[in-house]
């Protein structure tokens, strides 16, 4: 279920408007609630793994999944964790975009913390729901939730239907 839904409320949003642009709005991310214990998938072009720091960065059309999220970008930097196996976090850079069910987000960077299930973009994100779309600075996507928390000039064009 959608916690916002803009083409049902552009009044109320229109009234809380210059608070959304303040204080950063929440919204519904994902159609589905992500399970980060499910495991990850990544396919890239190219792998460099690094032993002695515990790190792998993929290049080249990379492509990460869990469960029913995709997260694609130039370059993904995985971090393993020191004392138990699996991944600690991944930062995604360049070109990134996120996809979790019908909803989609595009950014300059993204940071993955497994261990706490939120993924945080950053650089002019740019979150896209059927035909309604935000833009802001930052994105904090709970994945356990299901939702998503922008921050920092967030901007929306609404539907009034009146077209």
């Known amino acids: 279920m959608k ?21 950063g709005t929440q919204v519904a991310f994902g159609a589905l609630q992500q399970d980060k214990s499910l495991p ?11 032993q002695a720091t515990g790190t792998a960065v993929f290049t080249g059309n990379v492509v990460v ?25 991944m ?4 070109d990134v ?4 069910g019908p909803d989609a987000a595009e950014s300059e960077k993204a940071n993955y913390n497994i261990d706490d ?14 035909p309604s779309a935000l833009t802001a600075d930052r994105m904090t996507v709970q994945l356990e939730s299901g939702t998503a928390q922008m ?8 539907q009034t239907g009146d077209n």
Not at 10 to 20: E, K, N, S, W
Not at 40 to 50: G, H, K, M, R, Y
Not at 91 to 94: F, I, L, N, S, V
Not at 97 to 100: G, N, P
């Open 3 to 23: 916690l916002l839904k803009l083409m049902t409320l552009p009044l109320i949003i229109l009234a809380t408007a210059p608070a959304l642009m303040a204080q």
């Open 91 to 94: 930062e995604a850079t360049g």
């Open 40 to 50: 990850v998938e990544v396919t890239a072009d190219n792998l460099s793994v690094d």
């Open 151 to 158: 921050s920092g000039s967030v901007k929306t064009i609404l």
């Open 117 to 130: 299930g939120t993924i945080v973009m950053t650089g002019n994100v740019l979150l896209t729901q059927g």
């Open 65 to 89: 999944g869990q469960g029913e999220m995709r997260l694609s970008a130039k370059r993904v930097l995985v971090v393993y964790r020191e004392e138990t196996d699996g991944i600690e976090s």
């Open 97 to 100: 975009l996120l996809v979790s």
